[in-house]
């Protein structure tokens, strides 16, 4: 006699198996197929071989290929591009720096960041500074205000430039603003819906339902920009919120933002615009986002993004070819240092050759993991003759480089994997004598304000630091 009940329980337990091993079996093929760095598909390969559970799950918020997706169709992405690349064409000087006449075509290349001549940069380094000026630009806003930030914080400093933006929205402004879901999780809904209904045109980006969660998987936008009116613009390490002036419990805030005035403000407009289309599906287009500017300083500047989505990693690659096209020095603040091989590889290389290759990080972070996996790498460079130093005055949340006196970058990419490969990011790169030479002095005079770490010394920390150490590196990708 049949015995149904344990044939039932026979086929569930068959069915499960199946569906089981098959996932198991299935997420391995679609890893291989990738054709992966070996290393990773190897790592990925023994996680679901003797985690299987753990790994799937590890796999669906980590380890998917988000590459090789499109944010834009190629037809809408040229209409987008359009106006900024006629005002590129349209300039009076061709010149470009010969030094720098690779770099600049690696980013012309893969993201379409046109190098554009005569802007004036002024460089901020304390949130006062840049908040002071950011509202009175806002203040001035007569036609558009379009606003990225990954944090809006809902205290003095978020609701001070909310106000103005709904004054201006009310005034007929247009203003559209773009956060990330996971930077302001705990913001509450009615910040943004104030702002929504005096008319600010407010969207989530990749809105996620479990925050607590995602906050650290997820591909994120950790952008950090302003446009007013086409002309003006704001792009940097900054976000808005109040620690941003006044600092931390050990220390100040020390963060570095740049005001961009001039045609290269196109370039941080297109990056806004397509930003908007991927959270509205509006494409906008239209020639008046993309004012006619008159020349009005001497750099040369280059709006560069990256994100997970595309076949690059645009702003890594720039940074490992401007590391190797160093000549005299390479100059580096970074508030987390989880450096991808090739990242790691162009600083030693650099270093060995004889390039002054130097590395600031903050004593002191706002993530003990981060931070411990930031001090793994540290022998590996201090061996190669780079010189580190510890900023012991507060949180360098700064992510500036400079070199030669000839090219200076500002913008929201940290030299982690995080930014590198999951995070969407925006840099200004300027080709210019006199603003390099102004933040190589900003470099100098943070340096003042650290110790500088030595071999000899380094190598004396605790045991267990150290192990602490290697064991949070083993998660780098992942922090």
């Known amino acids: 006699m049949i015995e149904w009940p344990v044939m039932a329980n026979e086929i569930a337990a068959l069915t499960f198996n199946i569906l089981y091993f098959g996932a198991i079996i299935g997420t391995i093929v679609i890893i291989v197929l990738d054709n992966r ?54 300039q009076e000087s061709g010149e470009l720096p010969p030094h720098y006449h690779r770099l600049i075509s690696l980013f012309r290349n893969t993201v379409q960041a046109f190098p554009f001549d005569g802007n004036r940069v002024q460089p901020y380094m304390t949130g006062y500074a840049m908040l002071q000026s950011l509202l009175r630009e806002l203040q001035q ?23 103005v933006l709904m004054e201006k929205a009310r005034a007929g402004v247009e203003v559209r603003v773009i956060y990330d879901d996971v930077g302001c999780w705990h913001v509450p809904g009615r910040f943004f819906e104030e702002m929504r209904e005096a008319g600010v045109e407010t969207r989530p980006f990749l809105k996620v339902l479990f925050p607590l969660f995602t906050s650290s998987v997820n591909y994120r936008n950790h952008r950090k920009m302003v446009v007013i009116d086409g002309r003006i613009g704001f792009v940097g390490g900054m976000n808005l919120a109040e620690r941003y002036l006044r600092g931390v419990s050990w220390g100040t805030w020390r963060d570095t933002h740049f005001l961009i005035e001039g ?9 806004f615009l397509l930003d908007w289309y991927f959270v509205d599906r509006t494409l906008i287009t239209s020639a008046r986002y993309f004012p006619r500017i008159e020349s009005c300083g001497n750099s040369l500047v280059q709006v560069v ?10 702003i890594m690659q720039g ?12 100059y580096i603040q970074t508030p987390y ?3 991808t091989e090739s990242v790691m590889n162009a600083m030693q290389a650099a270093a060995l050759a004889g390039v002054d290759v130097r590395l600031m990080l903050p004593m002191r972070t706002d993530s003990r993991l981060t931070h411990l996996g930031s001090c793994s790498y540290i022998s590996d460079t201090l061996q190669a003759g780079v010189k ?59 340096q003042r304000d650290c110790i500088q770490v030595f071999p000899k010394n380094w190598v004396k920390r605790p045991w267990y630091w150290k192990v602490a150490e290697s064991i949070v590196r083993l998660m780098a990708p992942l922090l």
């Open 37 to 90: 760095n070996p290393v990773k598909t190897i790592a990925w390969i023994l996680v679901l071989a003797f985690l299987p559970i753990v790994g799937l799950i590890f796999y669906f918020f980590f380890g998917q290929d988000k590459r090789r997706v499109r944010i834009i169709g190629k037809k809408s992405y040229n209409r987008l591009l359009k106006k900024p690349m006629a005002e590129y064409l349209a």
């Open 337 to 339: 240092f989880l450096p």
């Open 263 to 271: 045609r290269a403000v196109h370039g941080l407009q297109t990056v």
């Open 319 to 330: 940074l490992v070819l401007a590391i190797s096209s160093a000549r005299k020095y390479f």
């Open 388 to 446: 580190v130093y510890f900023y012991k005055k507060g949180f360098l949340h700064s992510k500036l480089m400079v070199s030669d006196d000839e090219l200076s970058s500002v913008g929201s990419t940290n030299l982690d994997f995080r930014s590198f490969e999951h995070n969407f990011e925006v840099n200004a790169f300027v080709y210019d004598a006199d603003v390099a030479r102004r933040m190589r002095e900003v470099f100098l005079q943070d």
């Open 141 to 163: 806003a007569t036609r558009h205000i379009h606003m990225e930030f990954y944090i809006f914080e809902d205290d003095a400093v978020g609701r001070m430039v909310r106000d």
């Open 305 to 314: 993004t990256s994100e997970p989505i595309g076949p690059w990693k645009e």
